[in-house]
């Protein structure tokens, strides 16, 4: 069998008192201590974040309090080495009232997109993108008006184009393209005027510089139809071809494809048979797997899979209830299949590996608590008013399934997922392939790092947990909140978030609250 270990790699790191100290270049050094950096902060809003660049260096970012004049605030960005130590750090004023709402990296260039906060004042209609050469720390930036109360969906740059695919509510959707070079852009909406409509994704044929963008038209309060729309870079529509279930009693979901040849597209999405819906109208729930492909046009080999026919599904829906549909398809002398369960997943991007095509989903429910208010009524007399609390999400298991670039399902496992609770919903699981079939899922939690692996319906290696160790023997974690992992390069990976500590051998005994990241290796 096949066995793990998490190494904490421990080195001379740098400890700074404050996030300014960066620009002063006078950190103490602390010998024999994991490879981690604590940023003291003051609370879980503040907005440092993470990004791997390249296999060298990872980059840090944030908003910091510093103003000049009324209306510029001051972002500090600094890069680090394989080794967490600082290589340079780099200011930019940026207007009061934008945040980072997407980014994109190609080798050491990396793209920001910043947007108005939804509470902001007098800068509606305001887009600024930023381009960072991490390897020089020089930026560049474009600023662009557009539509006010736009949802951004997908942020993509190709060849010094930027795209931009967002949604309006109740309008079209729309798809913009700048060019950094000049400074133009130019925005395309998707469907006709009045046509309402959705954008899901897109993804670039660099062949042929043709974009390939799936869409969603509401039909009815339940149903919607999907299409794949092909266009050019100046938002000419070449074609639509609609993505048909052929009975309206499949609703597509989680909707993606991948490029197999030109003109050669593999949809691999979810389906729902429920027609249920989310928070603010949002899709909610899916039912197994739909597959397609779609060539010069045309939709071939449409396949359904019932989550229900899944050899790890237990891990998903819990035993209990699978063998309760078990015995009443049994019971009725029916399939299996003649049922369904509806499963909330959160979808990440495909990734082709070994000639297959790898989708991993995060299933999750919201959860709430619930309080008691005494409130009086117009007489004086008092009565008990009950309220739930939203409390965050729970992640409970992640589904991974392989398909062929036919879209036929080769093989599925599961993960299951412990004690992480969440107030965003993001992608927590990574997929770390060891060799062509074998892969580790593993997520942070709690300080600790959860992994498992398999081989894919295998399992070689059941959940396992592995400490992540503080800065001190002696630190111990209060709590620890917005965590995540996230791959860097080879074997090696970054954890990061906020936490709060106390130093049990602290003569003051205080604690502290920090943004950390940390650097493991899978071995």
């Known amino acids: ?26 950190p103490h050094s602390i010998v024999d201590k994991p490879v981690r950096i604590e940023i003291p902060v ?15 260096d990872v980059l840090i970012y944030f908003r910091s309090v510093e103003m000049v004049g ?13 080794n967490l130590h600082p290589i340079w750090v780099k200011s930019a004023l940026i207007r009061t009232g934008m945040e980072v709402r997407n980014t994109y990296r190609e080798k050491a260039i990396l793209t920001i997109l910043l947007l108005p906060a939804e509470k902001s004042k007098g800068i509606n209609g305001t887009q600024i993108i930023i381009s960072l050469d991490c390897s020089s720390g020089n930026f560049s930036a474009n600023r ?13 740059v190709y060849q010094n184009l930027v795209f931009l695919g967002y949604n309006i509510k109740n309008d079209p959707a729309h798809l913009q393209v700048v060019d950094l070079a000049s400074g133009k852009g130019a925005d395309y909406p998707l469907t006709s005027k009045g046509i309402v409509s959705s954008i899901t994704g897109f993804i670039i044929d660099t062949l042929t510089s043709k974009i390939y963008v799936t869409i969603r038209k509401p039909e009815s309060k339940n149903h919607s139809a999907c299409s794949l729309l092909k266009i050019n870079f100046t938002g000419e529509l070449i074609s639509e071809t609609e993505i048909s279930t052929i009975s309206q009693a499949y609703e597509i979901r989680n909707l993606q494809t991948i490029l197999i040849n030109p003109d050669d597209l593999l949809v691999i999405s979810t389906y ?22 779609i060539t010069n046009g045309v939709e071939t080999n449409a396949q359904f899979k019932n989550f229900l026919e899944l050899k790890n599904i237990q891990a998903v829906m819990g035993e209990k209830d699978l063998i309760s549909i078990k015995r009443k398809a049994q019971k009725k002398n029916k399939s299996v299949n003649d049922y369904s369960t509806e499963v909330d997943l959160l979808v990440h991007p495909l990734v082709v590996h070994n000639d297959q095509v790898i989708f991993v989903g995060e299933s999750y429910s919201p959860e709430y608590h619930p309080e008691n208010f005494t409130e009086f009524d117009f007489y004086g007399r008092p009565y008990i008013n009950t309220y739930n609390v939203f409390d965050g999400y729970r992640y409970t298991s992640a589904i991974i399934a392989g398909f062929d670039k ?20 993001n992608p927590r699981v990574n997929v770390y392939c060891l060799s062509a079939d074998t892969m580790v899922l593993c997520y942070s939690s709690e300080a600790r790092i959860a992994s498992k692996i398999i081989k894919e319906s295998e399992v070689v290696e059941k959940l396992d947990f592995s400490a992540m160790d503080l800065m001190y023997p002696e630190d111990k974690m209060l709590s620890d909140t917005k965590n995540y992992m996230e791959p860097w390069y080879g074997p090696f990976f ?15 005994n205080k604690k502290r609250q920090v943004f950390y990241f940390t650097k493991v290796k899978f071995d």
Do not use: A
């Open 1 to 26: 069998m096949q066995k793990k270990s998490i190494i904490i790699l421990f080195l001379i790191v740098f400890l700074y008192s404050s996030p300014y100290s960066w620009c002063q270049g006078s």
């Open 42 to 56: 003051k609370s879980t809003d503040e907005s440092y974040r993470i990004i791997p660049v390249n296999s060298t």
């Open 70 to 82: 009324d209306t510029l605030s001051k972002w500090y960005f600094s890069l680090y080495d394989k």
């Open 144 to 156: 662009q008006q557009m539509n006010t109360g736009i949802i951004p969906v997908k942020f993509l």
């Open 272 to 293: 729902s048979t429920s027609g249920k819906t989310g928070k603010n109208g949002g899709l909610s729930g899916s039912s197994g797997f739909f597959t397609c492909r």
């Open 406 to 425: 036919s879209g036929n399902l080769k093989w599925d496992n599961s993960m299951e997922i412990r004690n992480l609770i969440s107030p965003d919903l």
């Open 494 to 508: 970054l954890c990061h978030g906020f936490q709060e500590i106390k130093n049990i051998n602290s003569s003051e």
